[in-house]
C-alpha cells in the first residue's frame, strides 16, 4: 500500500512539473519578439512543411466524409420525409463539429509528430545547445516560426476541409441520389450562420492550433535526446494532442451554445 500511494505521489508531483514547465515554455514563446531578420522566410518555410504537405490528407479524407454524410444522412431522413434537409444536416455536420475536430486530428498525426520527431533530433544532435553557446535564441529562432506557422496553417486547412466535404456531399446528392442542386444549396444557406456555424468552427480551429503545437513543441524540446525517447515524445504528442482536441471541443461546444 505504501508503495502504491508513494508511486502515485511520484506521479502527481511530475505530473504538475511537467505542466509547470510546459506553461513556462508556452510563455516563453508568446512573449518573445516575433521580429528578427528572416523570420517571414523561415515562417513561410515551415508553413509548407506543416500546412501544404499536409493538404493531400485534408483534401481526400474531407471528400470521404462528405460522401458518407450524403449517404447516411438520405437513408437516414428519407424515412421521416425530410430529404430537403439534407444540405443543412451535411453543412452544419461539417462546419459545427466535424470540419474542425476532423481536421485538428488530421493535422495532430501528419504535422504535429513531425515536428516533435524534428525538434527532438535537433536536441538529440546538440544543435540546440550550440545556437545557446553563440548566443541565439532556439526559442526565438527555432520554436516560433514553427508555431506561428501551424497556428495559421491550421485553419486555413480547415477551411479547406470543410469545403472540400460539402462539395463532395452535394456532388453525391446531386449525380449519385438525384436530388435538386438549387434546393441543396437554398436550404443550406438558410440554414447556415456566420455568426453561429462558420466563426465558431474557426474560433475552435484556432484554439485547438494553439494547443496542438504547444504540445508537439513541447514534447519535441523535453524528450529524451535517443531514439527511444524521441518515439516515445512522437507518441505521446498525437495521444495527448487527440485528447486535448476532444476535451476542448467539448468545453469550446459548451461555452458557444450557452450552457456553461
Not at 76 to 96: D, H, N, V, W, Y
Amino acid at each position: 500500500m505504501q508503495t502504491l500511494l508513494r508511486n502515485l505521489g511520484c506521479w502527481f508531483v511530475e505530473y504538475l512539473s511537467s505542466l509547470g514547465s510546459s506553461g513556462v515554455f508556452l510563455f516563453q514563446t508568446l512573449s518573445r519578439s516575433p521580429f528578427y531578420r528572416g523570420i517571414i522566410k523561415d515562417t513561410l518555410r515551415q508553413l509548407y512543411a506543416l500546412g501544404v504537405q499536409s493538404l493531400w490528407i485534408i483534401v481526400v479524407s474531407a471528400v470521404f466524409i462528405g460522401l458518407v454524410l450524403a449517404l447516411q444522412g438520405y437513408h437516414t431522413l428519407e424515412k421521416f420525409g425530410a430529404l430537403s434537409q439534407l444540405g443543412p444536416m451535411i453543412a452544419l455536420s461539417i462546419l459545427r463539429e466535424m470540419g474542425p475536430v476532423i481536421a485538428a486530428l488530421l493535422f495532430s498525426g501528419r504535422a504535429c509528430s513531425a515536428l516533435t520527431a524534428e525538434i527532438g533530433l535537433l536536441k538529440a544532435s546538440d544543435q540546440l545547445s550550440s545556437m545557446k553557446m553563440m548566443g541565439i535564441d532556439p526559442i526565438r529562432r527555432v520554436m516560433m516560426p514553427r508555431f506561428w506557422s501551424g497556428v495559421i496553417g491550421l485553419p486555413l486547412l480547415t477551411m479547406i476541409f470543410c469545403a472540400m466535404a460539402i462539395l463532395a456531399g452535394y456532388w453525391f446528392a446531386t449525380h449519385q441520389l438525384m436530388l435538386d442542386g438549387g434546393a441543396f444549396w437554398s436550404n443550406t444557406q438558410n440554414a447556415v450562420s456566420w455568426q453561429t456555424d462558420v466563426k465558431n468552427g474557426m474560433i475552435k480551429s484556432i484554439v485547438f492550433a494553439l494547443l496542438l503545437l504547444w504540445v508537439a513543441l513541447y514534447q519535441g524540446l523535453h524528450c529524451t535526446p535517443t531514439a527511444n525517447g524521441i518515439s516515445q515524445a512522437t507518441t505521446r504528442t498525437v495521444v495527448l494532442g487527440a485528447l486535448c482536441v476532444l476535451g476542448f471541443d467539448f468545453i469550446l461546444t459548451a461555452l458557444m451554445i450557452g450552457d456553461w
